[in-house]
């Protein structure tokens, strides 16, 4: 199977594939983490180059919940441009739902895609194939059935300061400098990954 895995770097998902034999390329802006095939440059060329799957991990910057407070008009005066950025974050989004590929799988935390699109067709938890992390995942899937769990273990969680609860994963992350946090937090779980080929892999 030729599989494309848009939008990464860390070369995990890639690699899941690889692993199980398929023909597995990865493509980003920035250079692979580890060597393999990848494609450093923009996507959308590379949509129709007869790929059989790809999984697509489209940046969140501008279409998760997390960062919507920053559209309030309060703010919009700091941070201009916001608008057209989620705008241009959104047709992204769609012209990867549109490749000519026969089966798509595009990740994304909770955000925008579900009013500005659709719904997604399966939400996922990192605790639902062995990290003990909480972390909604959603997925919008084309020819593709939902994952199914691996390896259920409970969520490590732990209470802030400010009375909040979350897993120590997002309070180590959040201890990092940005750019870091923000490298560290895209990256796929590996025992996603491995569901992704194990199952999504062998169908025929």
């Not at 990867?96 to 026969?102: D, Q």
């Not at 399966?122 to 959603?138: A, D, E, L």
């Not at 209470?159 to 309070?171: I, L, P």
């Not at 490298?183 to 892999?201: L, V, Y």
Request: glycine share 8%; aromatic share 8%.
């Amino acid at each position: 199977m030729r599989v494309l895995v848009a939008c990464e770097f860390s070369s995990v998902v890639r690699d899941a594939f690889r692993a199980r034999g398929h023909d597995a390329v990865s493509c980003d802006l920035l250079p692979t983490e580890r060597p393999g095939p990848h494609i450093q440059g923009d996507v959308l060329p590379h949509l129709g180059d007869g790929w059989d799957l790809m999984i697509a991990h489209p940046p969140c910057t501008y279409l998760t919940c997390a960062g919507n407070k920053w559209f309030k008009p309060e703010f919009r005066s700091r941070f201009p441009g916001r608008e057209r950025k989620r705008g241009e974050a959104m047709d992204f989004v769609r012209l990867l739902l549109a490749a000519p590929i026969p089966r798509v799988a595009l990740e994304n935390p909770v955000g925008a895609i579900s009013g500005s699109i659709r719904k997604p067709d399966q939400i996922i938890q990192p605790w639902q194939f062995g990290h003990p992390v909480r972390k909604s995942t959603c997925l919008w899937l084309k020819g593709l059935p939902s994952l199914i769990p691996t390896e259920v273990v409970k969520p490590i969680i732990v209470t802030t300061r400010g009375g909040n609860t979350q897993s120590v994963w997002h309070v180590k992350t959040g201890q990092m400098p940005p750019e870091q946090r923000k490298r560290e937090r895209s990256r796929t779980f590996p025992g996603i990954a491995a569901a992704m080929a194990e199952q999504w892999g062998n169908l025929e």
